[in-house]
């Protein structure tokens, strides 16, 4: 009975928070529209005005106040100056929003948006939150944690987007921006020194060789110490060693035709991640370290090693003053070989040699109008990929077994979508979506019980015992519609409405483990959101104060998770479809002029989720029972807030702009069961000083974060019987750091 009350209060508490939050978007909106009217637009203060943002949220450049889509878009500028290096940091600038190194890695990315993500980066599963560099989605989160250079903005789209951007954008999407070539001579060298011996170097550049031929290219290097040890090898924890380039070329065909190429890579040779243990090994006599969460132990090389590397060539088609035909022809691939050490002691147990290799190919036909009345996005989509790789599992020390994993998924994926906004009349207009998506999955799933130790790498070995061996196909295919409606009140007021829906793919657990749950080779299908928004786009005291809110509910159905249970002297592993879940939330962003010196900015989200039904097998019992009452959304806070300010000071030197910063993330459940692992809230404490020479050409910056030297654990493992240990180890935030950096350009 006190759980029942304790969710009927939650649940009243979220209903009274959105529709409060919205009440109060509304009627500030209205009184805004009021005062605009009132305004004398010639008058001093009328040169105070905050400057336009354009996003791509709708796959055509629009002013974000015109988007009936709740979106974030930072811009270079702004991620300069807030000290954004990673696209990681985004997530203290976007409401309910989650974007976080995962365990055990530098650069795989867990990402979650309004409680909607994938916390597992094994191959073959699908991410919930898309993840695009321009227009190229990435399949896979190994390499997905980018770092910032050659940059034009960043975007966070939340809520489902799976009419224009498809499935797998069930929680919202990411895009990574590149700078524009525009054919002027540019050139800029950034060089950080910081912290831990932080070295980084950012080199860029473009320019024209021909009238209508434009070329640019950057390079960057991001290096830094460990801020903690690997206490019996020596070996640095938490090190950074990543090297990147990009290069661009824009040819001008003629007028009207334009073919522009690109190609990246990336490079990270940092060290494999030690987990900071929780709890006595029984194994091995070491105590858990108490003068670093960042010192560890490990019986393995650190050695790892993550390459990511992409080439697209985009052909854009002007037929008319109203249509567009643009082709977007991308190939991405990974590899991936690494240690993990899940126990965290020098003892060779838990022991994880892995590797992962991915290879996609995408093809999209995009159809764009643009008229008076109607706007118009359609087009055609196909995705072929291969994720395979494989580990090795060493669980108890001197047993000489090693349980290996191992197997491939092919995915063919082919999509056909249209979404439309028509204007029917100064004040009122429609929009409709709609995208249909088939995927074909084709997956190998192995798990042997090898004599003696073997590296995944290896062939041959000695067989003890056959846990899974399958091959399986399946298909899945989902129409996802997407209805709004939205009210241009006046120049600087909208409001809009909607329903949308998106779906993430079904698939093949690639851990399973048949001798444990012989329903396990069977696959798991795909998850579902159906997603109603109200929201408003605001701006008022002539266009100084602008005001973006939403409240939305969310309806998930057949949510996947990944459950790994350890059972005695093994792991059983399962992919499962939770029945139905709520998801209940509200948005705020606001930003003031308050002067020509002075920026403020608040940023607010409130997200209550909640699990209906979630039936589990238990390996243990080998039943399946409903768990949704123990069970809350992983990597979800209730709460996430930033109070942010930027402060200009012109003088015969140059400008200096002072930056400070507020976030806080309440509570947080590492996974779907309450573990030791679970961390409190925590607020991180950034700072920085930014000067730029009356030339344009230098500029320096002193950036300062999580000045209050927070602690805050966010990924880790637990394993809690396996052998009769209990296995618990947790990986964090970054420690306080300091960084100084200087800039030239031309």
Known sequence: MATNNKTKKNAAIARGFTLNALALAVSTGLIAASALAADDENSTESELRLERIEVTARRTVENLQRVPVAVTSLGETEL????????????????????????????????????????????????????????????????????????????????????????????????????????????????????????????????????????????????????????????????????????????????????????????????????????????????????????????????????????????????????????????????????????????????????????????????????????????????????????????????????????????????????????????????????????????????FMYLGNKSPRESGGTILQVQSDFSDKASFSHFSPRVGVEYQHSRDLMYYASYTNGFKSGGFDMRANQSINPEAANPYQPETVDTFELGIKSEWLNQRLRLNAAAFYSKYDDMQVTVQRAVPNDVASQVLNAASADIKGGEIEAILAASHQLDLSLILGYLNANFKQVDFFDPVSQTVIDVSNAWSFANTPKTTATLAGRYTVPTELGDFVLTASAAYRSATQIFELPSMLDYGGYTLLNAGVNWYSNDGHWDVALQGKNLGNKQARIAGYNFDLLAGEQTITGYYIDPRTVSLTVGYRF
């Not at 948006?113 to 227009?135: A, C, K, M, S, T």
């Not at 919202?172 to 910081?194: C, H, M, P, Q």
């Not at 900071?276 to 560890?296: A, F, G, N």
Request: net charge negative.
């Open 80 to 447: 300069q100056q807030r000290g954004v290096d990673n696209i990681t940091a985004v997530q203290q600038y976007s409401p309910n929003t989650t974007l976080q190194i995962s365990r055990g890695t530098n650069s795989t990315l867990t990402a979650y948006i309004r409680g909607i993500g994938q916390q597992d980066p094994l191959w073959g599963f699908e991410p919930g939150v898309g993840i695009y560099i321009d227009d190229v989605y990435l399949a896979r989160p190994q390499g997905a944690a980018l770092d910032v250079y050659d940059v034009e903005r960043v975007e966070v789209l939340r809520g489902p987007q799976g009419t224009l951007y498809g499935r797998n954008t069930i929680g919202g999407a990411v895009k990574y921006v590149t700078r524009e070539l525009t054919g002027d001579n540019e050139f800029s060298i950034r060089g950080t020194v910081g912290s831990y011996n932080q070295r980084d170097l950012r080199v860029s550049g473009q320019t024209a060789l021909s009238d209508s031929f434009f070329v640019s290219g950057a390079l960057a290097t991001f290096n830094r110490d460990g801020f903690g040890t690997f206490i019996n090898t020596g070996d640095d924890n938490y090190n950074k060693d990543v090297l990147s380039g990009r290069i661009s070329a824009l040819w001008h065909l003629s007028d009207t035709f334009r073919v522009h190429l690109n190609a990246d890579k990336t490079v990270d040779d940092s060290n494999a991640k030690g987990g900071y243990r929780l709890t006595q090994s029984l194994l091995s006599p070491e105590t858990p370290l108490t003068d670093s969460v960042y010192d560890s132990y490990t019986s393995m090389p650190v050695d790892n090693k993550v390459e990511t590397s992409g080439q697209s060539i985009t052909l854009s088609w002007d037929l008319s003053a109203d249509w567009t035909v643009k082709s977007i022809t991308a190939k991405r691939k990974g590899k991936t070989d690494t240690n993990i050490d899940f126990d965290s002691t020098p003892l060779p147990s838990l022991d994880i040699p892995a590797f992962y290799e991915d290879k996609q190919t995408s093809q999209e036909l995009q159809f764009l109008f643009s008229g008076d009345r109607l706007q118009f996005t359609s087009g055609i989509y196909y995705y072929t990929g291969e994720a395979c790789g494989a580990f090795g599992t060493v669980i108890v020390a001197g047993a000489g077994v090693t349980i290996e994993n191992g197997g491939c998924v092919d995915t063919d994926s082919i999509a056909v979508y249209a979404q439309g906004s028509y204007q029917l009349d100064e004040q009122w207009s429609l929009t409709l979506g709609g995208r249909y998506t088939k995927d074909d999955k084709e997956a190998d799933v192995y798990r």
